[in-house]
């Protein structure tokens, strides 16, 4: 009687562990999904963020071109700055999307590896 008791012990508790193993890796998932939804996000930001930086550099090369044709320097260079500082930031935006390109890339690449472990599936060889 002991023997059967203990033994259905260790059954539920092993029973128990792969309950929430399983539990636990579908959360891994929905982490994973996340992440991508936040990497997507970001990207939108990023090219919102790159038409406004765009479209704030057209008025200041505007100035500075009517600045150098009036000779009126001190305002060119104030211009020159404001531009520089612009494509400062532009190139940090596109740095971010290349950036947030490649993480969702890879996100995509682990999510769809953690599947195919998951459920069993292999890939062909050769």
């Known amino acids: 009687m002991r023997r059967r008791i203990l033994f259905l012990m260790c059954f539920a508790v092993l029973g128990s562990a792969l309950a929430l193993g399983e539990e636990r ?15 997507r996000f970001d990207r939108r930001q990023d090219r919102r963020d ?20 009036n000779r009126d320097y001190r305002d060119a ?3 020159r700055r404001d531009i520089r500082k ?14 947030d390109r490649r993480d969702i890339h890879r996100d995509r690449r682990d ?14 060889r050769g």
């Open 86 to 99: 612009d494509e400062r930031d532009l190139r940090a935006d596109h740095r971010d999307l290349r950036h």
């Open 25 to 39: 890796h579908d959360r891994d998932f929905r982490n994973d999904r996340r992440d991508l939804r936040h990497d």
């Open 111 to 124: 999510l769809r590896g953690d599947r195919r472990h998951f459920h069993g599936h292999r890939r062909p």
């Open 50 to 69: 790159i038409y406004r930086d765009r479209r704030d550099l057209r008025p200041d090369r505007r100035d500075r071109r009517n600045d150098l044709r």
């Open 77 to 79: 260079r104030r211009d």
